[in-house]
């Protein structure tokens, strides 16, 4: 193998695919794919590659530093790509302590391993953070989010990730710590756990549940199809340069309550109910406290030195989704009865 590299929660959304997308594009890579399997973890997201001999599953928590320098220890990495996360705004308002544990904690624990094991010797060597364009706080009506612009975060998810996006720069200012960031604006996709609002949203209107929207439904959120994010990760952690951020966004703003009317339209025309149908469902709820208004991402830095562009229209992407969620029954069932949580013990446990 010519490189080692750790992913950390590779199990999640995001990383599922970005795990899918290094095993098969780099044979002569070892993955090593670290991820404690709360909640959002799911190896049922990688059966196709579960058996693949350059993957391997490691179950243990970045919280836990013996065990986090235990694994430097034996694989002695090359590279990290750390996406683990608590990433649920609505989870870090009730319940901030696990934020703060996993997204600031948890980092410095693998900033503190990559550090002593490399041992100054960085040549080769990269440690990618994957953060959000959350960092940034809530936009006007006007303007985006570029590189520049400063943090403000506003909810506890978003100030966590700010301090570890933080402690990153710190590390290279202070340790030479050869390190790269991304911010990225909301992904969808296969995979999302069902808490998050598409494929929360899918679920109810295929089960003929309401659609809870927050407040009156005006917040906008710039939409990245999670494959596009994937790529863009690829080629960071290929060729982006020590020390820099970059932004990636889809260009593409839509209000809550605009996407949700698109996503009914989708699912009447897949679900043969007429047009029209699905969105009765749509059910105004209290809004979401400290509710961030209007998140855009300038992406032209990474578009214009890296040559990176989102490959689908959101209605395309969006019908995709769709598609997956109702091709991914059993998937999206075992996470409602939670058989999910079942699958590492057979998989891994009982062999
Ligand atoms: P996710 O919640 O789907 O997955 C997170 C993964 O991290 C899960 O597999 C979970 O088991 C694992 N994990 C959580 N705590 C852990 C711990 N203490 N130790 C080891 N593993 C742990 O999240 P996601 O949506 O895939 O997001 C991945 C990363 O991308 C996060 O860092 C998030 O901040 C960032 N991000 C997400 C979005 C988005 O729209 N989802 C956008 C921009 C950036
Ligand atoms: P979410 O998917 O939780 O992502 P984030 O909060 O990280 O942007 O929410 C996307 C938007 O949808 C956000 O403005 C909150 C809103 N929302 C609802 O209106 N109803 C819901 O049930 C959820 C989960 C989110």
Redesign the pocket.
Known sequence: MSKTVLITGGAGFIGSHVVRLFVNKYADYKIVNLDALTYAGNLENLTDVANYSNYEFVKGDITDISFINSIFEKYNFDGVIHLAAE????RSISDPGAFINTNILGTVNLLNAARNYWKGNFKGKRFYHIS?D?VYGSLGDDGMFTEDTSYDPR?P?SASKASSDHLVRAYMHTYKLPVVLTNCS?NYGGNQFP????P??INNIKNNKS?????K?K???DWLFVNDHANAIDLVYHKGKNGETYNIGGNNEWQ?IQ??YKLCEIMDLKLGRENGESAKLITF?KD?AG??MR?AIDSSKIQKELGWKPSLEFEEGLEKTVDWYLDNETWLNNILSGKYEQYYEEQYVKR
């Open positions: 990433s649920h705004v609505d959000t959350e909810s998810y909301n808490e998050k609002l598409i929360l949203a659609i809870p929207i927050y407040g439904g917040n906008i959120r809550n996407l949700i709820v979401r509710h961030d998140y």
